[in-house]
């Protein structure tokens, strides 16, 4: 496992990131925001790969991947969030700090959405600061991952 390096997934749908409701999900594409983390990642020394899949068992054979490559997982599951006990269960056996993403806040969205699986992994929750939310997960891995160090 690489100490410097990082793992962002993405989840169904953000490929659509920028084109499909804008309104919720802001207006930057997935390429905005992998080029943002590919910058930061950039200044804070770390390794980056960026990853989206709308299909949930590609999702987890990442996960079982980044055991051996990378030292922490951002993710943002999306839809699969509030769904996918196996994310969970793949996410569990990563042994680095993961981190979870969601562009908005789904928290004042639709009640299902409020319960997410890979919280009971996740080191920390992003949640509502827009595709932001990917810089400041970045920012944690780093932290975790020095301290871990």
């Known amino acids: 496992m690489s100490g410097r390096s990082v793992l962002v997934l993405n989840g169904p749908n953000l490929n659509l ?3 499909r409701e804008p309104s919720v999900y802001g207006h930057e594409t997935l ?3 992998e080029a943002a983390c590919r910058t930061l990642a950039g200044e804070l020394g770390l390794d980056l790969a960026f990853r989206q899949s709308n ?22 599951p999306a839809g699969y969030s509030h769904t996918s006990v ?16 969601h562009i908005s806040n ?7 959405r409020h319960h997410s699986y890979v919280s009971h992994v996740a080191a920390g929750v992003i949640c509502g600061c ?20």
């Open 17 to 19: 990131l920028g084109k």
């Open 31 to 33: 390429a905005d925001v």
């Open 55 to 76: 299909a949930e068992h590609q999702l987890i054979d990442w996960i079982h991947e980044a055991r051996e490559t990378v030292a922490g997982i951002a993710i943002n």
């Open 86 to 101: 196996a994310i969970m269960d793949a996410l569990a056996a990563f042994p680095g700090p993961i981190i979870e993403v």
């Open 106 to 112: 789904i928290h004042r969205r639709e009640s299902f």
């Open 130 to 149: 827009g595709t932001e939310g990917y810089l400041l997960a970045l920012r944690r891995l780093h932290t975790l991952i020095g301290s871990a160090s």
